[in-house]
Protein backbone atom coordinates (compact mmCIF):
# COMPACT_ATOMS: atom_id res chain seq x y z
CA UNK A 1 0.00 0.00 0.00
CA UNK A 2 1.78 3.69 -0.86
CA UNK A 3 0.72 6.51 1.42
CA UNK A 4 0.90 9.80 0.21
CA UNK A 5 3.21 12.06 2.43
CA UNK A 6 4.63 15.55 2.47
CA UNK A 7 7.81 16.04 4.08
CA UNK A 8 8.45 20.07 5.13
CA UNK A 9 10.95 18.93 7.88
CA UNK A 10 15.15 18.96 7.35
CA UNK A 11 15.05 15.15 7.02
CA UNK A 12 14.67 12.26 5.30
CA UNK A 13 11.57 10.12 4.83
CA UNK A 14 10.30 7.74 7.98
CA UNK A 15 11.42 4.31 7.28
CA UNK A 16 11.03 0.57 8.31
CA UNK A 17 14.54 0.02 10.56
CA UNK A 18 14.03 -3.39 9.97
CA UNK A 19 11.80 -6.30 7.97
CA UNK A 20 10.14 -6.91 10.93
CA UNK A 21 9.67 -3.38 12.31
CA UNK A 22 5.77 -1.96 12.44
CA UNK A 23 6.47 1.46 12.97
CA UNK A 24 8.85 3.82 11.52
CA UNK A 25 10.31 6.72 13.82
CA UNK A 26 9.31 10.31 13.89
CA UNK A 27 11.68 12.91 14.00
CA UNK A 28 11.26 16.20 15.95
CA UNK A 29 11.62 19.00 13.86
CA UNK A 30 12.54 22.01 15.86
CA UNK A 31 14.02 25.26 15.36
CA UNK A 32 15.76 25.07 19.22
CA UNK A 33 16.03 22.17 21.81
CA UNK A 34 12.84 21.77 23.68
CA UNK A 35 13.51 21.02 27.69
CA UNK A 36 10.64 19.18 29.71
CA UNK A 37 10.90 19.24 33.28
CA UNK A 38 9.08 16.55 35.46
CA UNK A 39 5.44 15.53 34.63
CA UNK A 40 5.58 18.70 32.03
CA UNK A 41 4.43 17.66 27.97
CA UNK A 42 5.17 19.45 24.89
CA UNK A 43 3.79 19.20 20.90
CA UNK A 44 6.49 18.47 19.29
CA UNK A 45 6.26 19.29 15.41
CA UNK A 46 7.68 16.49 12.63
CA UNK A 47 7.15 18.94 9.71
CA UNK A 48 5.28 15.37 7.86
CA UNK A 49 1.60 15.79 6.47
CA UNK A 50 0.08 12.02 5.52
CA UNK A 51 -2.92 10.98 3.31
CA UNK A 52 -4.01 7.90 4.66
CA UNK A 53 -6.65 5.63 3.03
CA UNK A 54 -9.94 5.55 3.68
CA UNK A 55 -10.58 2.19 6.32
CA UNK A 56 -6.87 2.92 7.94
CA UNK A 57 -5.61 5.19 10.26
CA UNK A 58 -2.03 5.87 11.13
CA UNK A 59 -1.33 5.17 15.08
CA UNK A 60 1.60 7.39 17.10
CA UNK A 61 3.51 5.03 19.33
CA UNK A 62 6.06 5.54 22.33
CA UNK A 63 9.17 4.67 21.49
CA UNK A 64 9.99 2.13 24.00
CA UNK A 65 13.83 2.97 24.71
CA UNK A 66 12.95 6.44 25.76
CA UNK A 67 10.04 5.70 27.99
CA UNK A 68 12.60 3.02 30.04
CA UNK A 69 15.71 4.47 29.65
CA UNK A 70 14.33 8.28 30.23
CA UNK A 71 10.64 7.88 31.24
CA UNK A 72 9.58 9.87 28.25
CA UNK A 73 6.07 8.88 26.48
CA UNK A 74 3.06 9.86 24.62
CA UNK A 75 0.71 11.87 26.98
CA UNK A 76 -2.02 10.75 25.01
CA UNK A 77 -1.09 6.58 25.19
CA UNK A 78 -1.61 5.51 21.35
CA UNK A 79 -2.40 8.72 19.08
CA UNK A 80 -4.66 8.48 16.47
CA UNK A 81 -4.11 10.22 12.84
CA UNK A 82 -7.56 9.71 11.18
CA UNK A 83 -7.52 9.28 7.33
CA UNK A 84 -9.26 12.77 7.07
CA UNK A 85 -6.73 14.70 8.85
CA UNK A 86 -4.42 16.72 6.77
CA UNK A 87 -2.13 19.09 9.14
CA UNK A 88 1.03 18.57 10.45
CA UNK A 89 1.91 15.21 12.67
CA UNK A 90 2.46 16.32 15.86
CA UNK A 91 3.56 14.29 18.90
CA UNK A 92 2.62 14.38 22.77
CA UNK A 93 5.07 13.90 24.92
CA UNK A 94 5.32 13.56 28.51
CA UNK A 95 8.14 13.65 30.83
CA UNK A 96 7.61 11.04 33.74
CA UNK A 97 10.71 11.02 35.50
CA UNK A 98 12.59 13.21 38.09
CA UNK A 99 14.93 14.77 35.76
CA UNK A 100 14.84 17.02 32.96
CA UNK A 101 15.33 16.02 28.95
CA UNK A 102 16.16 17.80 26.49
CA UNK A 103 14.54 17.10 23.18
CA UNK A 104 16.89 18.23 20.09
CA UNK A 105 15.96 18.95 16.47
CA UNK A 106 16.02 14.89 14.39
CA UNK A 107 15.55 13.23 17.64
CA UNK A 108 13.60 10.28 17.18
CA UNK A 109 10.42 10.90 19.43
CA UNK A 110 7.93 8.31 18.16
CA UNK A 111 6.79 5.63 16.21
CA UNK A 112 4.02 5.54 12.98
CA UNK A 113 2.25 2.51 12.55
CA UNK A 114 -0.45 2.46 9.77
CA UNK A 115 -3.07 0.28 10.93
CA UNK A 116 -6.54 -1.09 9.43
CA UNK A 117 -9.97 -0.74 11.05
CA UNK A 118 -13.14 -1.72 10.55
CA UNK A 119 -16.23 0.28 11.46
CA UNK A 120 -18.86 -1.00 13.25
CA UNK A 121 -22.73 0.11 13.99
CA UNK A 122 -23.42 -0.11 17.33
CA UNK A 123 -26.59 -2.27 18.20
CA UNK A 124 -28.42 -1.64 21.86
CA UNK A 125 -29.72 -4.50 23.44
CA UNK A 126 -31.24 -5.28 27.04
CA UNK A 127 -27.99 -8.35 27.91
CA UNK A 128 -25.06 -9.66 26.58
CA UNK A 129 -24.46 -13.21 25.79
CA UNK A 130 -22.50 -15.19 28.64
CA UNK A 131 -18.69 -15.96 29.01
CA UNK A 132 -16.71 -18.12 30.94
CA UNK A 133 -14.74 -14.89 32.14
CA UNK A 134 -17.75 -12.55 32.26
CA UNK A 135 -17.12 -9.05 33.96
CA UNK A 136 -14.03 -10.21 35.46
CA UNK A 137 -10.94 -7.68 34.55
CA UNK A 138 -8.75 -5.43 35.86
CA UNK A 139 -6.13 -8.37 36.83
CA UNK A 140 -8.74 -10.96 38.16
CA UNK A 141 -6.68 -13.34 36.97
CA UNK A 142 -3.99 -12.93 39.31
CA UNK A 143 -1.42 -11.11 37.02
Known amino acids: MKVKIVNK ?7 YKTTGSA ?4 HANIEEPIV ?8 IPTGLYISIPQ ?3 AQIRARSGMALKHGITLANGI ?3 DSDYRGEIGVILVNLSNEEYIINSGDRVAQ ?3 AKYERVE ?4 ESLD ?3 RGSGGFGHTGY
Open 36 to 43: LKPLERAL
Open 122 to 125: LEEV
Open 9 to 15: SNFPLPT
Open 130 to 132: ETE
Open 23 to 26: GMDL
Open 79 to 81: GTI
Open 55 to 57: GYE
Open 112 to 114: LVI
